[in-house]
């Protein structure tokens, strides 16, 4: 056991999990007795110089023991006269982590400290139903590679330079990692993650392991993400039977109904509620529901 850090900042990158971590923080401060400094702004990850002191010198000024959280690039509290925190943080694999945004963008999700759904409003239509397959061949700047550097500058820091892709950001963020990081995960090893950090920080993390496996201790911080999930399961059961309906009908009918006059083949029973969809109708139904393509087969659990 690590001697106990009174100063912990998570500067968490986006969608790497840290939505599932901080429902469990929100538990585990209640439970440990820790100050749990949480912030409301989520795009705001790069600060200019008096931004960053006034960050810091609000994060130092908290009541200890804390653990600050918010999107942020790594920031030098020593450069600013504070005492140096200890960092953790959770990656994942890039190209996980882009799709997870791709659609996240479009689509949005729940948060339920805000009751209502996230998205991108000022997006077009045409832009928010973009395929990412051809998004990505097109060369679309949102697929470029420059807007694929995302995880690095979490490590690297506020200098300019860290927004550059390149090996001085590369080596900038190794050091600052090995320097200043107690953990960095990685969410495709969660229950790792939870339990190394149960060890190195019993005092903000005692018992988070058992929390995360135990549905009913989180399930009233859940409730809401679950209902959602059940929402999107039960509109794409019903998008799934309006195709079926469709490419039942004469072919004749299929434009007039929003539908090319191409194959489509869909598996699975009513009341199983198991479905899966392939082919490519140019519109499904019901909003916020993606494209289908030809290139990818979408799958309904009724779980």
């Known amino acids: 056991v690590?001697?106990?850090?009174?100063?912990?900042?998570?500067?968490?990158?986006?969608?790497?999990?840290?939505?599932?971590?901080?429902?469990?923080?929100?538990?585990?401060?209640?439970?440990?007795?820790?100050?749990?400094?949480?912030?409301?702004?989520?795009?705001?990850?790069?600060?200019?110089?008096n931004e960053q002191m006034e960050l810091i010198k609000n994060i130092s000024t908290a009541e200890q023991p804390y653990l600050f959280t918010r999107h942020v690039h790594f920031l030098n509290f020593s450069r600013f006269g504070g005492d140096q925190p200890v960092y953790i943080n959770i990656?994942?694999?890039?190209?996980?982590?882009?799709?997870?945004?791709?659609?996240?963008?479009?689509?949005?999700?729940?948060?339920?400290?805000?009751?209502?759904?996230?998205?991108?409003?000022?997006?077009?239509?045409?832009?928010?139903?973009?395929?990412?397959?051809?998004?990505?061949?097109?060369?679309?700047?949102?697929?470029?590679?420059?807007?694929?550097?995302?995880?690095?500058?979490?490590?690297?820091?506020?200098?300019?330079?860290?927004?550059?892709?390149?090996?001085?950001?590369?080596?900038?963020?190794k050091l600052n990692v090995n320097e200043n990081f107690l953990l960095v995960g990685i969410l495709e090893e969660l229950e790792d993650v939870l339990l190394l950090l149960e060890r190195f920080l019993p005092h903000y993390f005692k018992g988070v392991l058992s929390i995360y496996k135990d549905p009913a201790a989180t399930s009233s911080l859940f409730a809401d993400l679950l209902m959602v999930g059940l929402v999107l399961r039960l509109q794409m059961a019903f998008c799934l039977v309006k195709v079926k309906s469709i490419w039942k009908a004469p072919k004749g009918n299929r434009h007039k109904q929003g539908m090319p006059a191409m194959p489509v083949s869909?598996?699975?029973?009513?009341?199983?509620?198991?479905?899966?969809?392939?082919?490519?109708?140019?519109?499904?139904?019901?909003?916020a529901l993606p494209t289908i393509s030809s290139r990818c087969r979408l799958s309904l659990s009724q779980r």
């Open 2 to 49: 690590l001697p106990f850090p009174s100063q912990v900042v998570y500067n968490r990158v986006g969608k790497c999990g840290s939505r599932t971590v901080v429902l469990l923080l929100r538990i585990l401060s209640e439970k440990h007795g820790f100050n749990l400094v949480t912030s409301d702004i989520h795009n705001k990850t790069r600060l200019t110089k």
């Open 91 to 173: 990656i994942r694999d890039p190209v996980s982590r882009f799709l997870s945004n791709y659609f996240f963008r479009r689509f949005g999700d729940w948060r339920g400290e805000q009751n209502h759904m996230i998205r991108t409003p000022s997006m077009r239509q045409e832009e928010r139903y973009l395929d990412i397959n051809e998004c990505i061949l097109e060369n679309y700047p949102e697929c470029s590679n420059p807007r694929l550097f995302y995880i690095i500058p979490y490590f690297c820091g506020q200098h300019p330079r860290c927004r550059e892709p390149g090996e001085w950001a590369l080596e900038r963020a």
């Open 266 to 287: 869909l598996e699975g029973t009513k009341a199983q509620g198991n479905w899966s969809l392939s082919g490519e109708p140019k519109s499904c139904c019901l909003g």
